[in-house]
């Protein structure tokens, strides 16, 4: 198993997300780091302060040399995904290779509907998001492409300069809905995130997943399985780790861990020393 981290850029400052992912980049025990891609903070008060997610990210690509770094994850209704592929594209690059292209179909009502930004009804949602894979992978990978949907129409276009990853970053699908988000993960993902759970749901999630790979003829050892953990405020390293086994008895590739806020790095050692010794940890290859 490897190890990462999320700081959500909700209710913090720039200059303590900063502190963290930079002791995070000489610590070898986390392999990633992550933000999310909301524009008003969630599962508290929305009314509190939030970071944008890419131009967050941006920035800690600039400010690391190491760690991989991703969005969990930008919901495709925000941007247009001809332009989030030239984001991602571009990314790549300042980053050297290290973006993980995280992705979901969208689900926060109050921030669409505050902005304008057209939500649609669930299957609208998936509908859409289904076509976004295909002109994402499009416009990473291809000199140029065509594309004729009913909410996406592309004629020739071009994406460039295009990243060092190839055929383009690894994309990262978030969610755990049975009949439409693992099936489009199947098809497009590299990476899937579950977002949250006891062991026997991402082990049933997992078989989901894994059927239909069967049904497209995809291996599912291709796709790394991902989870989101969490560091209370009490700071119990080895409540953290131990539902990462947990986890990892079951496939778990990648924890990944929300620190709690206010972010200090000062947790990042003692964390990491817990994983070292907890025996869990496997080398950096991917």
Same mark, same amino acid.
């Given at each position: ?49 939030? =970071? ?25 209704? %925000?941007?247009?995904?001809?332009? #989030? ?5 571009? &990314? ?8 993980? =292209? ?19 009804? =669930? ?12 002109? #994402? ?14 909410? %996406? ?55 989901? #997943? ?26 119990? %390293? ?15 590739? &990648? ?32």
């Amino acid at each position: 198993m490897r190890f990462a981290f999320k700081t959500s850029p909700q209710n913090t400052t720039w200059s303590d997300m900063l502190a963290v992912w930079q002791a995070a980049d000489d610590i070898d025990v986390y392999e990633s780091g992550w933000t999310f891609d909301h524009f008003y903070p969630i599962f508290t008060d929305s009314a509190g302060p939030c =970071l944008e997610g890419w131009t967050t990210l941006t920035a800690l690509a600039q400010a690391t040399t190491r760690l991989r770094l991703g969005t969990l994850v930008t919901g495709i209704h %925000y941007r247009h995904p001809a332009v #989030l592929a030239n984001m991602a594209a571009a &990314l790549d690059i300042i980053s050297g290779g290290r973006l993980e =292209l995280g992705i979901g179909a969208g689900w926060n009502e109050e921030e669409s509907g505050a902005y304008g930004i057209e939500l649609g009804s =669930l299957k609208e949602r998936f509908d859409r998001f289904e076509e976004a894979c295909q002109v #994402l992978v499009g416009l990473l990978s291809d000199e140029t492409t065509d594309f004729d949907g009913r909410y %996406y129409q592309l004629k020739a276009a071009r994406n460039e300069p295009k990243g060092p990853q190839r055929p383009h970053p690894p994309i990262c699908i978030g969610g755990s809905g049975e009949k439409r988000t693992l099936k489009i993960t199947a098809r497009y993902a590299q990476h899937w995130n579950f977002v949250g759970g006891t062991p026997e749901e991402f082990a049933r999630k997992r078989d989901v #997943l894994a059927g239909h790979c069967a049904d497209i003829g995809r291996d599912p050892k291709e796709i790394r399985l991902s989870a989101h953990l969490r560091l209370e405020p009490d700071r119990d %390293y080895r409540k953290v780790v131990d539902d990462a086994a947990a986890l990892g008895a079951h496939g778990l590739d &990648l924890a990944i861990i929300y620190l709690p806020v206010p972010y200090d790095p000062g947790v990042l050692e003692p964390l990491a020393e817990t994983i070292r010794d907890s025996g869990l940890l496997t080398s950096a290859t991917r």
